[in-house]
């Protein structure tokens, strides 16, 4: 019966994961008792370690400054000990928290005494989970309550008194044991845990008397209390003594039950009163072992009823609310990195050639255009104005240096950084667009993940694909080869590009007409017209006009003029003196187009093999490795639960689960019990 124990207690824990145990009539022993009658003294001893919190043991008091009242808090502790025959390691966990396995105790008492810190009422009934594994522990289901109060002081107040009584009162209902835990040298007339359980249990039937200090007392008034005469309980007294031992021997022996045990039975066996008593705390884990399995045997249908029940129900919601579609954390996870794959192939169709090629050439226009307002179309500028260009033929040495100056700096801007930042620059914004997705956007693992794996391919590549572009352009350092045919497409490009120019121009213009007002504006800059070399603060006293008003005005007059050179520039490239190569120092525009459309195609060629292709091919390898394969099962089921619909399916799939392993284990033990009784019937 009392391997019973054990398949209950798997079986409880199920219950727990599934979330509802206090639905759920499963059997705990529960440890009662007066504070320092020897409670947690007599835990640790069948724990085998020292393991609730010292500064706070029982009474668990400590003073809130801040409200200026002394408090105790203290909570419930749900303790499952779970006998681990073959393995040597002995450890604690508390389920809720996801620590892990713990195997230092000091390291569970001190996550008991934060626990407990933690609490801001006087006592809670939301009890701490603590499961210890070892092969020296039996299979036991204990609750540690608080400590009763017996004597009222201003540090424990009536009020926690009765907060504390009531809490206890919770959970020495049945089926559960009570643990009545005296200290000898108190009068057993006196004590608080005995009181409280013949309420309940005025026979004694379910409840466990424990006199604790027995080496206290004088042997002849042990026996009489352990004689089971004065109080009488059904299941009788036990007497301990479970004082550890001097600290010089705690040193040299990890687990305490020994030395208690061993001390113990030289107390006991010194004193022949004891022979006919029940002594010592290895027959009191026997006996607690027998009297769980019992009560777990009794209240065996009652627990498969309630399960049955909670089973039903959930089966029912589950098929209600998702069909019976099975979700776990790995399908979800998988699910989702084939979305961010799937969007990732729809919008790298961003990264062909034809629109990488369109994004560097609209950075390399930009280069242009500012290389052009800087050398050719500043009409301030006192040197030979564009306008003399048409006329230059004869001797255009000036612009024929004046463009080599432009393609030097042009083909030496650094185009491999140019290009490739441009180029990573969009895929950035193709992985903030896939980060956005749906699919994604309630993850934040993930999509740093998506974030880090594209960086972690793209940089190390950005500079190798800047190096080689670099190489490649060298040529074009040095000499440009301009065929009549690239020649003509240039020009329109050029001309196009003259255009949207204008079209800018116009608007800037427009809006500082619009902030200045159209006959004002009108008649400040043809003042500036006619007084264009003279200082605007010298016209300001002249004209009467305000500073502010005169730099507007010689700000539109700047940009109206080159509007003017433009459209001039405009019917010159579109005219005969730029309709062949030849002329190419005369229409800087169109050269500068075919220089950089050169550098473009150069470029686009190595981006696209060394930073792209290998990007678009790496990409989904690299999720696939970061978000499928290195992830731990921890890890996956946190990112399933990061989106809160999977979070509530995965939750109440789990709950089912639980439910249903624990009917099959009970049913199982259900049906080995008919089996033995049939059997023993025949015999
Ligand atoms: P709790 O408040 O009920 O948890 O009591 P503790 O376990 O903290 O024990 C209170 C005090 O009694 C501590 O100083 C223990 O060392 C001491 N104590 C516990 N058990 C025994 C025992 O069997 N014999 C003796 N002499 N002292 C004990």
Redesign the pocket.
């Known amino acids: 019966i009392i391997a019973l124990t054990k398949t209950m207690i798997e079986i409880r824990t199920l219950l727990q994961q599934a979330g509802n145990t206090t639905a759920l009539i499963m059997p705990s022993i529960v440890v009662i ?10 835990l ?1 001893t069948i724990v085998g370690h020292e393991f ?1 919190p010292k500064c706070l ?3 668990y008091i400590f003073t809130n400054s801040l409200r200026g009242n002394n408090m105790v808090t203290r909570r419930p502790v749900e303790l499952t000990l779970i006998h681990t025959p073959d393995s040597a390691s002995e450890y604690g966990e508390f389920p809720a928290l996801k620590l892990g396995r713990i195997t230092d105790f000091s390291q569970i008492q001190k996550t008991l005494t934060d626990l407990n810190l933690a609490v801001s009422e006087w006592v809670t009934d939301d009890p701490i989970q603590l499961n210890i594994y070892s092969p020296r522990v039996p299979d036991l289901s204990l609750i540690d309550l608080p ?1 009763y109060i017996q004597v009222t002081n201003q540090d424990q107040p009536d009020r926690l008194r009765e907060e504390i009584e009531l809490l206890c009162e919770k959970y020495i209902k049945p089926p559960n044991v009570i643990l009545a ?1 005296c ?1 000898a040298d108190i009068d057993l007339a006196n004590s608080t845990a005995l009181r409280a359980s013949k309420q309940v249990d005025p026979k004694g039937d379910r409840t466990l008397g424990v006199i ?5 007392i004088p042997a002849q008034e042990g026996f009489e209390i352990l004689s089971n005469n004065r109080y009488p309980l059904r299941l009788g007294y036990i007497g ?5 031992p001097p600290q010089g021997l705690i040193r040299r022996s990890r687990n305490i039950t020994d030395l208690v045990t061993k001390n113990e039975q030289a107390y006991f066996s010194g004193h022949p009163e004891y022979e006919s008593c029940v002594v010592g705390s290895l027959n009191l884990r026997k006996q607690l072992m027998r009297v769980l399995a019992n009560s777990m045997a009794n209240s065996l249908q009652a627990t498969h009823n309630q399960v049955k029940k909670s089973l039903e129900q959930i089966s029912y919601q589950y098929k209600v609310k998702y069909n019976e579609r099975n979700l776990t954390p790995e399908s979800y996870v998988a699910q989702t990195v084939d979305q961010i794959k799937s969007h990732f192939k729809q919008i790298s169709s961003n990264l062909d050639r034809q629109k990488v090629r369109d994004l560097l050439k609209e950075r390399i226009n930009a280069q242009v255009l500012d290389l052009l307002a800087e050398l050719y179309w500043d009409v301030q500028a006192h040197e030979p104005n564009m306008t003399d260009l048409p006329q230059a033929k004869l001797d255009d040495k000036y612009w024929k240096a004046k463009l080599e100056t432009a393609t030097y700096r042009l083909t030496r801007l650094g185009i491999g950084r140019l290009s490739t930042e441009a180029t990573v620059d969009r895929v950035r914004e193709l992985i903030t667009q896939i980060c956005n997705d749906s699919s994604i956007h309630s993850h934040d693992f993930a999509k740093q993940q998506v974030i880090q794996a594209s960086e972690d391919i793209i940089e190390p590549k950005a500079y190798q694909a800047s190096d080689q572009v670099e190489n490649c352009i060298k040529p074009l350092k040095y000499e440009i080869d301009i065929e009549e045919r690239e020649w003509d497409c240039a020009r329109i490009r050029a001309l196009d590009l003259i255009s949207t120019e204008i079209e800018l121009l116009d608007h800037v213009f427009e809006k500082i007409r619009e902030s200045v007002g159209s006959r004002y504006l009108g008649k400040v800059t043809s003042l500036l017209r006619e007084h264009q070399d003279e200082d605007i603060e010298l016209l300001e006293g002249k004209s009467g006009y305000s500073l502010a008003v005169l730099e507007k005005g010689k700000e539109a007059l700047r940009w109206k003029q080159r509007a003017e050179l433009l459209h001039f520039r405009k019917r010159v490239v579109s005219g005969k003196q730029c309709k062949s190569v030849k002329n190419s120092s005369l229409c800087p525009e169109v050269f500068l187009d075919v220089v950089a459309e050169k550098l473009v195609s150069t470029a686009v060629m190595f981006i696209n093999v060394e930073l792209i292709s290998e990007f678009i091919h790496q990409f989904p390898r690299e999720i696939d490795h970061r978000l499928l394969q290195s992830l731990t099962p921890e890890q996956i089921e946190s990112f399933a639960r990061e989106d809160p619909v999977a979070r509530d399916h995965i939750d109440l799939q789990s709950k089912k689960d639980c439910l249903e392993q624990a009917l099959i284990k009970i049913e199982g033990i259900m049906a080995r019990d008919q089996l033995s009784r049939r059997s023993r019937r025949n015999a």
Request: charged share 20%; hydrophobic share 30%; aromatic share 0%.
């Open positions: 008792g007066s504070q320092s009658s020897g409670k947690s003294s007599l640790e609730l043991r029982s009474p400590g835990v200290a604790t200090k027995m080496d206290l301990v003594i479970c004082k550890v």
